[in-house]
């Protein structure tokens, strides 16, 4: 018996493979289920969004975007007050936290969809969560001083992402002998890291990062061989929604990449991807649906 899922961490006892499985993410006191893949908004409070640009800097706007993302089938919400795009700049902690804190507290007491927080930062992450965020989103991995510390005394779930380099100079020069071992490698690395601290299984989610620090020939054979993440013993998200891969294969500006984001959003979670992080919940919704619908009658 050498099912690639028992090959891959023969240090844990034999478990269901993961299509007969029930597949949950414990989020500080709410529960995901991910048995079919779901929804994450993104919400962005910062005024250099390279998509949705400055438009939800204002809280009370912030807030009804939320609510609108929910209303269209985001289980997530997941708030960042520092862009991580190719060449943004770093944020203070103060600046980062007025941003978010804010709308977490609000949208917290309003919404049953889990609050994530984007940031590398480990007061921004411990504040989020007592605000009533569910879910850290770490673009870093927990690599900050510090932030693998505040992860495992919350209760919160962790999305680990892969990047090589920091997003204002990783576009720069993208360098791999094999981009699929080595971003595999640092996400098995930091996830068994995670466990040996004390975070659940449960708890983790990992990422390959696309667009951090990749070319558009990295992306593309991530998302080729994607099965190389989903069976491992971790949940996937992926975010491609309006990034500039898209943009070199399509050659229209981010707002006009919803189509070719809501493909490759399906591409990802045919292969077992849980979650898609977009702007265009809407489409990603419908499609989900649609796919899940035919996966069902798959075997
Ligand atoms: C992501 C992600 C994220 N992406 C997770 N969090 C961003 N877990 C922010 C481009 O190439 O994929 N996973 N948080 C946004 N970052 C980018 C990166 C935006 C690249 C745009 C590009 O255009």
Redesign the pocket.
């Known amino acids: 018996m050498s099912g690639a899922w028992l090959a891959f961490d023969a240090s844990h006892a034999p478990v269901a493979p993961r299509s007969l499985s029930s597949v949950k993410l414990d989020c500080n006191g709410k529960t995901l289920d991910l048995a079919a893949p779901v929804v994450m908004g993104?919400l962005n409070v910062t005024p250099d969004s390279?998509s949705d640009g400055g438009k939800f800097v204002d809280a009370e706007t912030a807030v009804a975007h939320a609510l609108r993302m929910v209303d269209e089938g985001a289980a997530i919400i997941?708030i960042?007050g520092e862009s991580?795009?190719?060449g943004a700049a770093p944020v203070s902690e103060q600046q980062e936290m007025e941003r978010v804190l804010p709308i977490i507290e609000r949208l917290a007491h309003m919404v049953d969809a889990v609050i994530s927080i984007?940031t590398m930062k480990p007061s921004v992450m411990r504040e989020a969560v007592k605000a009533g965020a569910g879910l850290i989103?770490d673009?870093n991995a927990l690599q900050a001083e510090g932030a693998l510390k505040v992860a495992a005394e919350s209760a919160a779930g962790l999305?680990l992402?892969h990047m090589q380099g920091e997003p204002r100079s990783m576009?720069k020069a993208p360098h791999y002998n094999d981009v699929l071992s080595e971003v595999a490698d640092f996400l098995q690395q930091r996830a068994k890291l995670c466990e040996a601290a004390g975070i659940a299984r449960n708890r983790i989610l990992i990422?390959p990062?696309?667009?951090?620090g990749k070319t558009l020939e990295h992306n593309l054979r991530l998302m080729a061989e994607l099965e190389r993440f989903t069976s491992m013993p971790w949940p996937v998200?992926?975010?491609?929604s309006?990034?500039?891969?898209l943009?070199a294969l399509l050659d229209v500006p981010?707002a006009e990449r919803v189509h070719g984001g809501t493909a490759a959003a399906v591409l990802a979670c045919w292969q077992g991807a849980k979650i898609v992080?977009t702007h265009d919940v809407r489409a990603a919704w419908q499609a989900l649906q649609v796919m899940q619908s035919v996966r069902r009658y798959k075997d």
């Open positions: 993104v390279f997941d960042g991580t795009r190719p984007d989103n673009v999305c992402m576009q990422d990062g696309f667009g951090f998200l992926v975010g491609v309006r990034k500039s891969m943009g981010p992080r």
